[in-house]
């Protein structure tokens, strides 16, 4: 495992220097939230302390062997009709002490009319995104997991195709004792296979750096994350003024350092209100700066909440976000055909 680990290291590192953030890559449906836990903890996180197996898409490393036999089923209705679907499940290998997931993630756009440049009808097709991971992680002593990811995506937008391979490596530190869980995650390291105009020039992908810290109180029912994201790149705040004319780059406070900062993080807190109950809650700084446009602003941007129901052998998890003036669903179910949850 750790030699396939870092070979599959130096492979895709020599393809990822210098990629960028979104809006400047392709595939940029990778960094969205696959299960209502990730959506609920705010679209990022990578150290949470659960036994969710949808939570291997962020990090390889959270897979664990009590994880055998589980599968996640996510179903998430974003605006304008589009539509997400996920599906992961994961197995324990015994003689080698090695957990391994797969699961897909699809994005459909629905039905799009078709034109040409001066907006004659050519007819209609169905863009969609998806793409196929599988995940192993191993415990190495008694604290450290870690874990490899290797991803085939593909998007297919009418006659403009794409594909492409990528990887993530993550590497976690969990002490029980404490209640404490420490993350750090290198995604998206990869290349195109094909361009969507067929030629030789290939675009960068969502390449991502993040780190996370997860503690749960000894005393008390709750559980509190800190995760922060695009560590590669201190300044990724858009400052887009045809959005933002009005309020000016000194009252949005884009240019300061302090903004800066906090737009790579997110913070979540989870209460665990019995055996069979959890709420959660999250707030993602960049996200709230990106939905503040202009004449379109609220004041609950960049908050998510959801809700969990644990029964013996299914999970029932409930995310909701707010964009402006609109809200976002998602629901999953875990179901674990042979033990329980």
Known sequence: ???VLI???ILVCSNSIGQTLGGNAVFNFLNYSNTAQVSALGGANISTIGNDVGMSFQNPALLRPEMHHQASASFNVFLAGIKNYSLVSAWHLQPSAIN????INYFNYGNITQTDASGNILGNFRPADYVVQV?????YHERFWYGLTLKYINSNYGQYRSSGLAADIGVLYHDTARQIQVSIVIKNMGTQLGTYDGSNRKEELPFDIQAGITKRLEKAPFQFSLTAHHLQQFNIYYNDTAFRFSE????YGGNSTLQKIFSHLVLSAQAFLNEKLELTTAYNFQRRQDLNAYNLTSGLNGFTLGATVLLKKLQIRYATGFYQRNLFHQLSLNLNWDGKL
């Open 1 to 3: 495992m750790r030699r």
């Open 7 to 9: 070979i599959a290291s």
């Open 248 to 251: 000016g780059e000194l009252g």
């Open 135 to 139: 995940m192993a992680s191993k415990q």
């Open 100 to 103: 391994i997931a797969g699961g």
